[in-house]
């Protein structure tokens, strides 16, 4: 090699940007001013019950604002703002609160702690104070609650274009959640939005289950996100934009959308048995059929007599119809449009969807993609 290659090959490298093992590494909470959120051995969420379960930081505790006003940590100032950012001299000799000094009992003073409220530092900056004058080391979220969720939405628009995402193509959700798990235990990486949600697609007891709120999916999707290695490719569901009540970010859509597929390809048999297995509402097939009936978009009328027909004598039967009948024929469609867009994958063929039995099947499978022939 000659001295300008070396040269060359050495420049190369130092301008070659650095690799990250996960995205966290790319949208980090020092754009909101504080560590990392694994950072903190107790994050304090300072907002009412209601405000708190409607959604927080992953891993926070709720402390009552209501607290704040009693006791040790106000200094009799009748001003709520001056009340709040006052010195807590007064209080120094006092107990803490019982709610929050059972919080911080097992902590040691060497361990992090971060507050935040949902009013400016009103209610965030007294315990803060309290806490810090007991020995504590304590950091306060600047902007609140509202600095948090900017910075929730501008990562949702972020880091889904610096992943690599691959579609599990399944007719059902739980065939999916079935996939994932055994791509899971033999070391792929995968993303299971649809539990997230609160939702899986085909399944008739899931539409009654009470969705998490918007906010709180994108803060647990966010999470999961920065988790993400960018050097692997993401395994996820086939998940729709809307799924019941919730919307998935606009960045992330288009990144599953635009995302080579996999098709699972199992026998009807084992399907089936597993559908059952899985939901819960076969127990009941004419109310199972009654469910599907009022799904979007309709089966037709012909098909819905047919299982109407069927759940009275044979639930195998009317199980592979649904499948095969409208669920199947809605993902053909939907899998077509997608390898119109971008190569599809090898399809993974499976005898069995037991988990044992299917992870072997995943460890055999080379998801390359599919060759057509022109």
Not at 168 to 173: D, F, I, K, M, P
Not at 323 to 330: N, Q
């Amino acid at each position: 090699m000659t001295s300008s290659q070396e040269s060359s090959d050495r420049a190369r490298k130092l301008n070659k940007p650095p690799e990250i093992e996960s995205l966290a590494g790319a949208f980090h909470p020092h754009a909101i001013e504080v560590q990392d959120f694994s950072h903190y051995a107790l994050v304090i969420d300072v907002r009412t019950r209601e405000e708190y379960e409607d959604d927080h930081i992953p891993g926070a505790v709720q402390f009552s604002p209501a607290v704040v006003g009693q006791g040790p940590l106000v200094t009799g100032h009748a001003d709520a703002q001056n009340r709040a950012l006052a010195a807590q001299d007064s209080a120094g000799d006092a107990e803490l609160p019982a709610s929050l000094a059972a919080l911080v009992a097992p902590l040691k003073l060497d361990q992090a702690i971060l507050v935040y409220c949902g009013r400016g530092g009103l209610d965030s900056l007294p315990v803060a104070r309290a806490l810090r004058w007991r020995g504590w080391s304590v950091d306060v979220l600047p902007g609140g609650w509202i600095n948090y969720r900017r910075w929730v939405q501008a990562g949702l628009e972020v880091l889904p274009r610096m992943a690599t995402f691959r579609v599990v193509a399944t007719s059902l959700g739980c065939e999916a959640d079935r996939v994932l798990n055994a791509m899971s235990t033999v070391g792929h990486q995968v993303l299971n939005v649809e539990a997230l949600m609160v939702r899986r697609r085909g399944s008739i007891s899931f539409c009654a289950a009470q969705q998490p709120s918007q906010a709180w999916f994108e803060s647990q999707l966010l999470q999961r996100l920065r988790s993400v290695d960018p050097r692997r490719p993401v395994w996820i569901g086939d998940v729709e934009a809307q799924v019941g009540e919730l919307q998935l970010p606009g960045s992330m859509a288009d990144a599953i959308g635009a995302a080579p597929a996999a098709l699972l390809v199992a026998p009807i048999e084992e399907r089936v048995n597993r559908w059952i297995e899985d939901e819960p509402a076969w127990a009941s097939p004419s109310d199972a059929v009654e469910a599907i009936a009022s799904w979007s978009p309709p089966p037709e009328g012909r098909l819905i007599e047919r299982w109407r027909d069927l759940s009275l004598r044979e639930l195998a039967g009317l199980v592979a119809s649904v499948l095969t009948d409208y669920l199947d024929r809605r993902q053909s469609a939907k899998h077509s449009l997608r390898n119109a867009k971008s190569n599809g994958l090898v399809p993974l063929v499976a005898d069995s969807l037991k988990q044992d039995q299917l992870a072997l099947a995943v460890q055999a499978w080379q998801p390359m993609p599919e060759v057509v022939a022109t």
